[in-house]
């Protein structure tokens, strides 16, 4: 048997689910997302800012995708993106006037 609310597998006997505590059987929320998929809060990520500075297209997505329900992880995602994209844009500058001076 799977659980409703996060999908998980769990014993077919079980009054409650082990992974999200949802009781089974029982109705989830449709206004509060499941925990098992996705971020029970919103909260700004050092993590995924800097996720997104290395890899500014994820950013770049994540920010596209959590920008209406997770706006403070979407800000960070932003936020890191943006300055990656910055800080590439410089170096290449900077390496191409080196490049310049040298030839």
């Known amino acids: 048997m799977f659980c409703e609310n996060c999908g998980k597998k769990i014993e077919e006997d ?24 996705y971020f029970s809060d919103d909260k700004s990520s ?12 994820a950013g770049f997505i994540l920010w596209l995708v ?9 800000a960070s995602c932003g936020k890191g993106a943006l ?3 910055i800080v590439s844009a410089v170096l290449v500058l900077i390496l191409g006037i080196i490049m310049l001076a040298l030839f």
């Open 83 to 85: 300055a990656g994209v």
């Open 66 to 74: 959590w920008q209406d329900k997770y706006k403070k992880r979407a």
């Open 14 to 37: 079980s009054a409650y689910c082990r992974f999200c505590g949802q009781k089974i059987g029982e109705a989830s929320d449709p206004s509060k997302p499941p925990t098992g998929l």
């Open 46 to 57: 050092p993590g995924f800012c800097a996720l997104s500075f290395f890899f500014p297209i």
